[in-house]
């Protein structure tokens, strides 16, 4: 797309971006982020994990069969709002050319359990 750069969020809200985003009342936030670009294939979903496992992050992170990434991620404010900002660039390979973020509700535990996890 003309005129957008690397890691550049398009049509999501810039609080969706933050640690501003709806927190539960155990003082947590759950967020869904989809990127799309070059992000198939440079070792998006490994260093997502490392990533996440650093940031102490609950959630999952898996390729989706229209060439996109998806990840779910759960935990302290801050936690999710530097993982939603990694998810803006990705690791070195990649080429993110589009970020949606999507608050979620958790009314139930995150799949995969605690922790964070790689789906196929």
Do not use: Y
């Amino acid at each position: 797309m003309a005129g957008q750069g690397k890691g550049e969020s398009h049509g999501v809200d810039d609080a969706a971006l933050h640690q501003d985003g709806p927190i539960r009342d155990d003082g947590t936030r759950r967020v869904r982020v989809v990127v799309s670009g070059r992000v198939q294939g440079v070792f998006f979903r490994a260093t997502c994990a490392t990533e996440a496992d650093d940031a102490g992050v609950s959630g999952w992170v898996r390729n989706r069969a229209d060439g996109r990434v998806e990840a779910v991620f759960e935990g302290r404010p801050a936690a999710v709002a530097q993982m939603v900002a990694w998810m803006r660039h990705g690791p070195p390979e990649a080429r993110v050319d589009a970020v949606a973020v999507t608050e979620e509700p958790a009314a139930e535990p995150v799949a995969g359990g605690p922790g964070f996890v790689v789906l196929r």
